[in-house]
C-alpha cells in the first residue's frame, strides 16, 4: 500500500473509533502521532532494503511482535505524562499499517504472503529488491494511467488508493485539520530559534 493509503486508512479508523469513544472529533497530538506511526514501518523497512539489503521491504518493522513491543513502550512512556491518548492513536497507526498490507493475503488463504507479520518465528516473504526511484517511477505510470483512464480510478489498487486520499482530506476538513495547528506552531517555534542571532 502507497504511504497516502496507510494515512487515509489508519485515520479513517481513527476518527471512527474517537468520534464512538469519546463523542468527538480526533485532537491535534494524537493525529499527528497517528500520522507518524502509519508510516514508521516502511520507514524502518524500505530503506533497509534499499540501502542495505536488509528483509525485502517488510521485516522487522511489519512484525506484529515489534509493533506490539513497540506501542507498549509508547503506553509505557505517555502513561507516566498522563498523554495515554497518544500511545492509543500511535498503536492504531502501527497496527492499522499491519492490517492494511496483510488483509489480502490473510482473506485470500495466501498466508506464506502475510509470513512477515510473525518475523522473526517466520521469515519475511521476498520480494524483488526495488530503490525509491522505482517506487516514484511507478508512481508516476500509474498518475499517468489515471489520467488516461479515469475509470482505473475504481478498478485499480493504485485508484483506489488515491479515491481513499481524497475521502482522507474530506473527513480530515469536517473533523476541523487536526494537527495543523500543533504542527505549525512547531514550525513557527522552530524559525524563531533559528533566527536569533547569538548575543
Avoid at 50 to 69: A, K, N, P, Y
Avoid at 125 to 134: A, E, G, R, V
Avoid at 139 to 160: C, D, H, K, M, N
Wanted: with cysteine; charged share 15%.
Amino acid at each position: 500500500m502507497m504511504p497516502w493509503g496507510h494515512l487515509a486508512v489508519g485515520y479513517l479508523v481513527y476518527t471512527v473509533g474517537t468520534r464512538l469513544w469519546y463523542r468527538r472529533a480526533p485532537q491535534d497530538e494524537p493525529s499527528l502521532a497517528l500520522a507518524l506511526a502509519t508510516q514508521l514501518s516502511d520507514l524502518v523497512d524500505k530503506p533497509l532494503n534499499w540501502w542495505f539489503d536488509i528483509f525485502d521491504g517488510r521485516g522487522i518493522g511489519h512484525s506484529v511482535l515489534t509493533v506490539t513491543l513497540l506501542c507498549g513502550l509508547v503506553f509505557f512512556i505517555t502513561d507516566r505524562y498522563d498523554r495515554r491518548d497518544l500511545a492509543a492513536a500511535f498503536s492504531v497507526g502501527m497496527f492499522s499499517h499491519l492490517l492494511a498490507d496483510a488483509w489480502q493475503a490473510i482473506l485470500s488463504g495466501r498466508l506464506e504472503e502475510a509470513s512477515f507479520l510473525l518475523w522473526p518465528l517466520f521469515p519475511a516473504p521476498t520480494y524483488p529488491k526495488d530503490s525509491l526511484l522505482d517506487h516514484l517511477t511507478a508512481w508516476f505510470v500509474e498518475i499517468q494511467t489515471l489520467r488516461l483512464s479515469p475509470s482505473a480510478l475504481l478498478t485499480s489498487e493504485f485508484g483506489i488508493q488515491f479515491v481513499l486520499l481524497v475521502v482522507l482530506f474530506g473527513v480530515w476538513a469536517v473533523d476541523g485539520f487536526p494537527g495543523v495547528r500543533t504542527m505549525w506552531q512547531l514550525i513557527s517555534r522552530v524559525r524563531i530559534d533559528t533566527s536569533r542571532t547569538p548575543d
